[in-house]
């Protein structure tokens, strides 16, 4: 492993850029910068739920999932560089089909609530989906591997999914929407 940082400022961002995995400087409104920081904020969301009691099945899925945001972060943080296959694409699907196979089938919508555990995973969900928005954003100026936007999607599929799980485990069911009545 290369690089480890031993002073953690470094002033060198103090004027509004920062630097690429390769080295370069770009402004840190970059869409690259916004891609992999959002994939950042994905993955700490996913710390969240990580943090609040849930089962091993869901928490050996998460564990494995921040590993990839890392591998997928340092991918968008690197022009040219791939870090995902789809090894990544299948487990995703694989897990997903799993957690899903249980759930009765959805006739509702659902809102994004109910239990800490599953509005965290909510959460995590509409991050995941603004950062497959970011790296869609990055991937009309930039090259950017198919995998990392097929895995962004696949993901916030999969936190949907498990966020209905949760929902059963903390408080039996789901926060179903129904149109609101003014009183």
């Known amino acids: 492993m290369g690089h480890r940082l031993s002073k953690i400022y470094t002033r060198t961002g103090d004027k509004g850029d920062t630097?690429?995995?390769?080295?370069s400087r770009v402004a840190k409104d970059n869409l690259r910068v916004e891609a992999f920081g959002t994939v950042d904020?994905?993955?700490?969301?996913?710390g969240m739920v990580l943090a609040h009691d849930i089962t091993?099945?869901?928490?050996?899925?998460l564990n494995r999932?921040?590993?990839h945001l890392f591998d997928l972060g340092g991918e968008l943080c690197i022009p040219g560089h791939t870090a995902l296959?789809?090894?990544?694409?299948?487990?995703?699907?694989?897990?997903l089909d799993s957690f899903n196979?249980?759930?009765p089938m959805l006739k509702e919508f659902i809102l994004p609530a109910g239990g800490k555990a599953t509005s965290s995973c909510h959460l995590a969900r509409s991050v995941c989906r603004r950062a497959e928005r970011r790296v869609v954003s990055l991937a009309r100026e930039d090259d950017v591997s198919q995998?990392?936007?097929s895995y962004l999607n696949r993901l916030s599929d999969l936190l949907f999914v498990l966020a209905r799980v949760l929902a059963r485990q903390e408080n039996g069911k789901?926060?179903?929407?129904q149109p609101y009545q003014e009183k």
């Open 85 to 95: 296959d789809e090894n990544y694409i299948t487990y995703l699907e694989t897990t």
């Open 56 to 61: 091993d099945d869901i928490r050996e899925c």
């Open 41 to 46: 904020e994905l993955n700490s969301i996913i």
């Open 65 to 67: 999932v921040q590993h």
């Open 147 to 149: 995998l990392a936007i």
């Open 19 to 23: 630097g690429l995995g390769d080295g």
């Open 101 to 103: 196979a249980d759930l």
């Open 174 to 177: 789901e926060v179903l929407w």
